[in-house]
């Protein structure tokens, strides 16, 4: 598809070659007939068409041409077609915006008038395209930072959105790489704290010893190597987020003084004998499985109970329906602009269903690594299978029961209609051939937000 792209359907060859050199400024494609002009138009979906009515076998009359505006516009809806007629012409003008031509131009061509038509239309065109990418953007990002298209995900999204204007405390529950941080960075972005700091700390990539002092700080003097007065992370997120990542991963030692800043609201540095208050809002991740280290006595339960204000449970990537795809294209987008690999264009058939059948362990993360080592390792234009390393002996097959296979293409059908009809609900149902009621039953069932 290109914006610049515009197909002039027209059998006199003299018309054809005054035509070309009048817009010379676009990419000038030419049939000049029914045949010619509808395979130009399945091949490069012009944003712009100009088609005179009179095309052989019926140069003199009208009928082949409004054939062709009709397929031409039932092939890509979204094109521009500028109808041109004979000046003597009344009815059929009106007949050809009757039909959904964008306009109509009269006979004898002035290229001078002809270009301004063909310039508003391409102007046009560029607009709703940006409208539809928009739109598109909309679907798949549901939330700021957060790339997803799947059901799954954005029910996750739309409990977020419920949860920050509130200073809940959330526990993000879910396997490593699913996106915790970038959730509860998304949820600190839509509540009131937003222009205060969102503070993150991983618990298990920080050693226990360590710990302590990172999160409450230390006084002067607590310890040798203290050398002077440091606030801890807790203080650092005052009026603002704290992300505690892996609190599955704190000691039992740690935990009576994480409880008190729970309940109370202050923290006491290291060494120091004054609580300080804090005004933070917490969000807590793990992927491990809670209670279990309760009844293993390495997490106690009274904690757990105050994490646990709102648990959100975040679907692997091999879970979500339609996210592996999105997120792919995302990444790749952003890396092959990071590394100026512009030449990349997509990924074959063969990567994109290695993908869907690939089990994704580590998850987003992996994916976007994956997808970052293909953008460096393709040769061609689409990335293959084997420049992401799946190879088909690492596949498991993803199977779907029928239903979830029916939902799925419900979904996407959903969301196409809806984008062809600028998410007019009328129009969209019009083109699923179902009722307004009914699509907005599926909306709901779907989590779809219009
Ligand atoms: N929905 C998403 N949209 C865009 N990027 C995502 C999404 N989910 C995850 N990522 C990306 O995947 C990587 C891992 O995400 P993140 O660190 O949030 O996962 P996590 O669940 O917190 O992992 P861990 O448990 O290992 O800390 C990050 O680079 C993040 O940007």
Request: proline share 4%; aromatic share 6%.
């Given at each position: 598809m290109s914006e610049q792209t515009l197909l002039i359907v027209e059998d006199d060859p003299g018309l054809q070659s005054q035509l070309r050199w009048s817009f010379e400024q676009y990419k000038v494609l030419m049939a000049d007939d029914r045949d010619s002009a509808i395979a130009a138009v399945k091949r490069n979906q012009p944003a712009v068409v100009t088609l005179d009515l009179g095309l052989p076998p019926d140069p003199g009359g009208v009928s082949e041409g409004f054939t062709v505006l009709s397929e031409i516009l039932s092939i890509a809806p979204t094109t521009k077609v500028i109808v041109i007629t004979g000046n003597d012409d009344q009815i059929n003008p009106v007949k050809s915006v009757g039909l959904g031509a964008y306009d109509f131009y009269q006979?004898?061509?002035?290229?001078?008038?002809?270009?301004?038509?063909?310039?508003?239309?391409?102007?046009?065109?560029?607009?709703?395209?940006?409208?539809?990418?928009?739109?598109?953007?909309?679907?798949?990002?549901?939330?700021?930072?957060?790339?997803?298209?799947?059901?799954?995900?954005?029910?996750?999204?739309?409990?977020?959105?419920?949860?920050?204007?509130?200073?809940?405390?959330?526990?993000?529950?879910?396997?490593?790489?699913t996106g915790k941080e970038v959730l509860a960075r998304a949820l600190h972005t839509l509540s009131p704290r937003s222009k205060k700091p969102f503070i993150a700390v991983n618990a298990a990539a920080i050693p226990d010893s360590l710990l302590e002092s990172e999160l409450f700080g230390f006084e002067k003097g607590a310890y040798t190597g203290a050398t002077q007065q440091t606030k801890g992370k807790f203080e650092l997120a005052d009026g603002g987020t704290f992300f505690l990542d892996e609190i599955g991963d704190i000691p039992l030692s740690l935990q009576p003084k994480l409880l008190r800043v729970l309940q109370e609201r202050v923290v006491e540095r290291v060494g120091g004998r004054q609580p300080i208050k804090v005004d933070v809002r917490l969000i807590c991740a793990t992927h491990q499985n809670l209670s279990k280290l309760i009844s293993e006595g390495k997490f106690r339960e009274d904690l757990y109970f105050r994490i646990n204000e709102m648990i959100i449970n975040i679907p692997p990537l091999r879970?979500?329906?339609?996210?592996?795809?999105?997120?792919?294209?995302?990444?790749?987008?952003?890396?092959?602009?990071?590394?100026?690999?512009?030449?990349?264009?997509?990924?074959?058939?063969?990567?994109?269903?290695?993908?869907?059948?690939?089990?994704?362990?580590?998850?987003?993360?992996?994916?976007?690594?994956?997808?970052?080592?293909?953008?460096?390792?393709?040769?061609?234009?689409?990335?293959?299978?084997?420049?992401?390393?799946?190879?088909?002996?690492?596949?498991?097959?993803?199977?779907?029961?029928?239903?979830?296979?029916?939902?799925?293409?419900?979904?996407?059908?959903?969301?196409?209609?809806?984008?062809?009809?600028?998410?007019?609900?009328?129009?969209?149902?019009?083109?699923?051939?179902?009722?307004?009621?009914?699509?907005?039953?599926?909306?709901?069932?779907?989590?779809?937000?219009?």
């Open positions: 006979k004898p061509i002035d290229p001078e008038t002809l270009s301004f038509v063909v310039e508003r239309a391409f102007r046009l065109y560029g607009l709703e395209e940006e409208n539809r990418q928009f739109r598109r953007m909309h679907i798949s990002n549901p939330l700021d930072g957060v790339i997803a298209a799947s059901p799954e995900m954005h029910e996750v999204c739309r409990m977020i959105e419920r949860l920050a204007p509130t200073d809940i405390t959330v526990l993000l529950l879910g396997e490593s790489g879970e979500r329906t339609g996210d592996v795809a999105v997120l792919a294209r995302a990444f790749l987008d952003k890396f092959a602009q990071q590394m100026r690999r512009a030449n990349i264009l997509g990924f074959s058939e063969g990567a994109l269903s290695a993908m869907e059948a690939y089990h994704w362990p580590g998850n987003v993360r992996e994916l976007e690594h994956k997808v970052k080592r293909a953008v460096v390792m393709a040769s061609g234009p689409l990335i293959e299978a084997k420049d992401m390393e799946l190879a088909p002996g690492e596949f498991k097959r993803r199977l779907w029961s029928l239903r979830e296979a029916r939902d799925m293409a419900e979904r996407q059908a959903i969301c196409a209609a809806l984008s062809e009809a600028g998410e007019n609900v009328t129009k969209a149902a019009e083109i699923l051939e179902i009722t307004r009621p009914t699509l907005y039953a599926l909306l709901s069932k779907f989590n779809l937000k219009i």
